[in-house]
T-cell receptor, first 114, second 116 residues
Framework: AQSVTQLDSQVPVFEEAPVELRCNYSSSVSVYLFWYVQYPNQGLQLLLKYLSGSTLVKGINGFEAEFNKSQTSFHLRKPSVHISDTAEYFCAVSSNSGYSTLTFGKGTMLLVSP | DAGVTQSPTHLIKTRGQQVTLRCSPKSGHDTVSWYQQALGQGPQFIFQYYEEEERQRGNFPDRFSGHQFPNYSSELNVNALLLGDSALYLC???????????????FGSGTRLTVV
Protein backbone atom coordinates (compact mmCIF):
# COMPACT_ATOMS: atom_id res chain seq x y z
CA ALA A 1 0.00 0.00 0.00
CA GLN A 2 1.07 3.56 -0.61
CA SER A 3 0.44 6.84 1.19
CA VAL A 4 1.11 10.48 0.43
CA THR A 5 1.72 13.35 2.83
CA GLN A 6 1.43 16.94 1.69
CA LEU A 7 2.99 18.91 4.46
CA ASP A 8 1.26 22.23 3.86
CA SER A 9 -2.50 22.66 3.61
CA GLN A 10 -2.13 26.24 2.37
CA VAL A 11 0.75 28.17 0.81
CA PRO A 12 0.28 31.92 0.39
CA VAL A 13 2.69 33.65 -1.98
CA PHE A 14 2.97 36.92 -3.86
CA GLU A 15 2.79 37.09 -7.63
CA GLU A 16 6.14 36.56 -9.40
CA ALA A 17 7.66 34.93 -6.30
CA PRO A 18 9.00 31.35 -6.39
CA VAL A 19 7.07 28.57 -4.71
CA GLU A 20 7.66 25.02 -3.53
CA LEU A 21 4.86 22.62 -2.60
CA ARG A 22 6.08 19.68 -0.57
CA CYS A 23 5.14 16.04 -1.01
CA ASN A 24 6.43 12.93 0.74
CA TYR A 25 5.32 9.40 -0.03
CA SER A 26 5.52 5.98 1.54
CA SER A 27 5.53 2.71 -0.38
CA SER A 28 6.91 -0.81 -0.07
CA VAL A 29 7.20 -1.10 -3.86
CA SER A 30 8.54 1.06 -6.67
CA VAL A 31 6.20 3.85 -7.63
CA TYR A 32 5.20 6.39 -10.20
CA LEU A 33 4.61 9.92 -8.91
CA PHE A 34 2.24 12.62 -10.11
CA TRP A 35 1.15 16.18 -9.47
CA TYR A 36 -2.39 17.25 -10.36
CA VAL A 37 -4.02 20.68 -10.22
CA GLN A 38 -7.67 21.35 -9.48
CA TYR A 39 -9.22 24.73 -10.27
CA PRO A 40 -12.50 25.66 -8.52
CA ASN A 41 -15.46 23.54 -9.60
CA GLN A 42 -13.34 21.51 -11.99
CA GLY A 43 -11.81 18.06 -12.18
CA LEU A 44 -8.13 17.23 -11.88
CA GLN A 45 -5.59 18.14 -14.54
CA LEU A 46 -2.21 16.42 -14.78
CA LEU A 47 0.73 18.81 -14.27
CA LEU A 48 3.57 16.33 -14.52
CA LYS A 49 4.61 12.77 -13.73
CA TYR A 50 7.72 10.83 -12.84
CA LEU A 51 7.99 7.32 -14.26
CA SER A 52 11.74 6.70 -14.47
CA GLY A 53 14.98 8.26 -15.64
CA SER A 54 15.89 11.86 -14.91
CA THR A 55 14.81 12.86 -11.42
CA LEU A 56 13.92 16.40 -12.56
CA VAL A 57 10.59 16.41 -14.35
CA LYS A 58 9.16 19.37 -16.23
CA GLY A 59 5.45 19.83 -16.64
CA ILE A 60 2.89 22.25 -17.99
CA ASN A 61 2.53 25.91 -17.01
CA GLY A 62 6.20 26.23 -15.99
CA PHE A 63 6.04 23.74 -13.12
CA GLU A 64 8.75 21.19 -12.36
CA ALA A 65 9.29 18.56 -9.69
CA GLU A 66 12.25 16.62 -8.40
CA PHE A 67 12.11 12.99 -7.36
CA ASN A 68 14.33 12.17 -4.38
CA LYS A 69 14.27 8.46 -3.64
CA SER A 70 16.38 8.62 -0.48
CA GLN A 71 14.08 11.22 1.06
CA THR A 72 10.94 9.72 -0.54
CA SER A 73 9.95 13.17 -1.72
CA PHE A 74 8.55 14.70 -4.90
CA HIS A 75 8.37 18.45 -4.31
CA LEU A 76 6.74 20.74 -6.88
CA ARG A 77 8.36 24.05 -7.79
CA LYS A 78 7.75 27.09 -9.94
CA PRO A 79 10.26 29.94 -10.20
CA SER A 80 7.67 32.68 -10.69
CA VAL A 81 3.95 32.25 -9.98
CA HIS A 82 1.00 34.04 -11.52
CA ILE A 83 -2.41 34.92 -10.11
CA SER A 84 -3.84 32.25 -12.39
CA ASP A 85 -1.85 29.56 -10.54
CA THR A 86 -4.20 29.91 -7.57
CA ALA A 87 -5.66 26.42 -7.22
CA GLU A 88 -5.50 23.20 -5.20
CA TYR A 89 -2.53 20.97 -5.94
CA PHE A 90 -2.51 17.24 -5.29
CA CYS A 91 0.44 14.88 -5.15
CA ALA A 92 -0.35 11.27 -6.03
CA VAL A 93 1.42 7.92 -6.20
CA SER A 94 0.76 4.63 -7.92
CA SER A 95 2.54 1.31 -7.94
CA ASN A 96 4.54 0.72 -11.11
CA SER A 97 3.21 -2.79 -11.59
CA GLY A 98 -0.06 -4.63 -11.63
CA TYR A 99 -3.47 -3.03 -11.82
CA SER A 100 -2.46 0.16 -10.13
CA THR A 101 -4.60 3.06 -8.97
CA LEU A 102 -3.76 6.54 -7.74
CA THR A 103 -3.40 7.37 -4.06
CA PHE A 104 -3.69 11.10 -3.39
CA GLY A 105 -2.50 13.40 -0.67
CA LYS A 106 -4.90 15.81 1.01
CA GLY A 107 -3.87 18.68 -1.22
CA THR A 108 -2.17 22.06 -0.89
CA MET A 109 -4.04 25.25 -1.66
CA LEU A 110 -1.76 27.70 -3.45
CA LEU A 111 -2.95 31.27 -2.89
CA VAL A 112 -1.26 33.82 -5.14
CA SER A 113 -1.88 37.47 -4.34
CA PRO A 114 -0.81 40.62 -6.21
CA ASP B 1 -12.38 15.05 -28.95
CA ALA B 2 -14.54 14.93 -25.84
CA GLY B 3 -12.84 14.16 -22.58
CA VAL B 4 -14.52 12.44 -19.66
CA THR B 5 -18.18 13.40 -19.30
CA GLN B 6 -20.04 13.08 -16.01
CA SER B 7 -23.72 13.57 -15.27
CA PRO B 8 -25.41 15.15 -13.51
CA THR B 9 -23.15 18.00 -12.41
CA HIS B 10 -25.06 18.61 -9.19
CA LEU B 11 -27.49 16.51 -7.20
CA ILE B 12 -29.35 16.89 -3.93
CA LYS B 13 -30.71 13.79 -2.22
CA THR B 14 -32.31 12.95 1.11
CA ARG B 15 -30.81 10.55 3.65
CA GLY B 16 -31.80 6.96 2.93
CA GLN B 17 -32.34 7.53 -0.77
CA GLN B 18 -30.41 5.92 -3.61
CA VAL B 19 -28.42 7.73 -6.30
CA THR B 20 -26.87 6.84 -9.66
CA LEU B 21 -24.03 8.82 -11.19
CA ARG B 22 -22.90 8.38 -14.77
CA CYS B 23 -19.59 8.62 -16.60
CA SER B 24 -18.59 8.46 -20.25
CA PRO B 25 -14.86 7.88 -20.67
CA LYS B 26 -12.56 9.64 -23.06
CA SER B 27 -12.57 8.19 -26.54
CA GLY B 28 -10.12 5.29 -26.75
CA HIS B 29 -10.10 4.64 -23.01
CA ASP B 30 -11.34 1.33 -21.64
CA THR B 31 -10.79 1.65 -17.89
CA VAL B 32 -12.93 3.70 -15.53
CA SER B 33 -12.14 4.56 -11.92
CA TRP B 34 -14.32 6.36 -9.41
CA TYR B 35 -13.10 8.63 -6.65
CA GLN B 36 -14.84 10.39 -3.77
CA GLN B 37 -13.52 13.83 -2.80
CA ALA B 38 -14.91 15.14 0.46
CA LEU B 39 -14.63 18.84 1.17
CA GLY B 40 -11.03 19.81 1.93
CA GLN B 41 -9.71 16.32 1.23
CA GLY B 42 -7.90 14.55 -1.56
CA PRO B 43 -9.75 12.10 -3.79
CA GLN B 44 -10.28 8.64 -2.28
CA PHE B 45 -10.38 5.59 -4.56
CA ILE B 46 -13.74 3.80 -4.64
CA PHE B 47 -13.33 1.19 -7.38
CA GLN B 48 -12.04 0.55 -10.89
CA TYR B 49 -13.78 -1.15 -13.81
CA TYR B 50 -12.11 -2.87 -16.73
CA GLU B 51 -13.75 -5.16 -19.29
CA GLU B 52 -17.07 -4.75 -17.43
CA GLU B 53 -15.63 -6.18 -14.22
CA GLU B 54 -14.67 -4.56 -10.95
CA ARG B 55 -10.89 -4.92 -10.90
CA GLN B 56 -10.02 -3.20 -7.67
CA ARG B 57 -11.92 -1.71 -4.77
CA GLY B 58 -10.99 0.80 -2.13
CA ASN B 59 -12.15 0.91 1.46
CA PHE B 60 -15.81 1.70 0.81
CA PRO B 61 -18.88 -0.17 2.08
CA ASP B 62 -21.08 -2.36 -0.09
CA ARG B 63 -23.58 0.50 -0.34
CA PHE B 64 -21.28 1.71 -3.12
CA SER B 65 -21.61 -0.34 -6.27
CA GLY B 66 -20.90 0.16 -9.91
CA HIS B 67 -21.24 -1.10 -13.41
CA GLN B 68 -19.41 -0.80 -16.69
CA PHE B 69 -21.21 -1.18 -20.00
CA PRO B 70 -19.89 -2.64 -23.27
CA ASN B 71 -19.25 0.89 -24.59
CA TYR B 72 -16.98 1.44 -21.53
CA SER B 73 -19.29 3.96 -19.89
CA SER B 74 -19.89 3.45 -16.20
CA GLU B 75 -22.32 4.07 -13.37
CA LEU B 76 -21.75 4.55 -9.67
CA ASN B 77 -24.65 3.64 -7.39
CA VAL B 78 -24.92 4.55 -3.75
CA ASN B 79 -27.71 3.07 -1.61
CA ALA B 80 -29.05 4.21 1.76
CA LEU B 81 -27.39 7.61 1.51
CA LEU B 82 -25.78 9.09 4.61
CA LEU B 83 -24.96 12.72 5.28
CA GLY B 84 -21.29 11.71 5.10
CA ASP B 85 -21.71 10.68 1.47
CA SER B 86 -21.88 14.35 0.52
CA ALA B 87 -18.86 14.91 -1.72
CA LEU B 88 -17.58 15.52 -5.22
CA TYR B 89 -17.53 12.24 -7.12
CA LEU B 90 -14.89 12.08 -9.80
CA CYS B 91 -14.69 9.68 -12.68
CA UNK B 92 -11.32 9.01 -14.31
CA UNK B 93 -10.69 7.07 -17.47
CA UNK B 94 -7.49 5.53 -18.75
CA UNK B 95 -6.16 3.16 -21.34
CA UNK B 96 -5.22 -0.30 -20.10
CA UNK B 97 -5.87 -0.98 -16.43
CA UNK B 98 -2.45 -2.51 -16.10
CA UNK B 99 -0.55 0.59 -17.12
CA UNK B 100 -2.34 3.47 -15.49
CA UNK B 101 0.90 4.94 -14.32
CA UNK B 102 2.29 5.16 -17.80
CA UNK B 103 -0.77 6.36 -19.64
CA UNK B 104 -2.26 8.35 -16.79
CA UNK B 105 -5.81 9.26 -15.98
CA UNK B 106 -8.15 11.78 -17.55
CA PHE B 107 -10.58 13.15 -14.98
CA GLY B 108 -14.08 14.45 -15.46
CA SER B 109 -15.33 17.60 -13.74
CA GLY B 110 -17.25 15.54 -11.23
CA THR B 111 -20.74 15.29 -9.77
CA ARG B 112 -21.38 17.30 -6.62
CA LEU B 113 -23.68 15.20 -4.38
CA THR B 114 -25.31 16.83 -1.39
CA VAL B 115 -27.20 14.64 1.06
CA VAL B 116 -29.65 16.46 3.32
Amino acid sequence: AQSVTQLDSQVPVFEEAPVELRCNYSSSVSVYLFWYVQYPNQGLQLLLKYLSGSTLVKGINGFEAEFNKSQTSFHLRKPSVHISDTAEYFCAVSSNSGYSTLTFGKGTMLLVSP
Amino acid sequence: DAGVTQSPTHLIKTRGQQVTLRCSPKSGHDTVSWYQQALGQGPQFIFQYYEEEERQRGNFPDRFSGHQFPNYSSELNVNALLLGDSALYLCASSSDAGAVGIYGYTFGSGTRLTVV
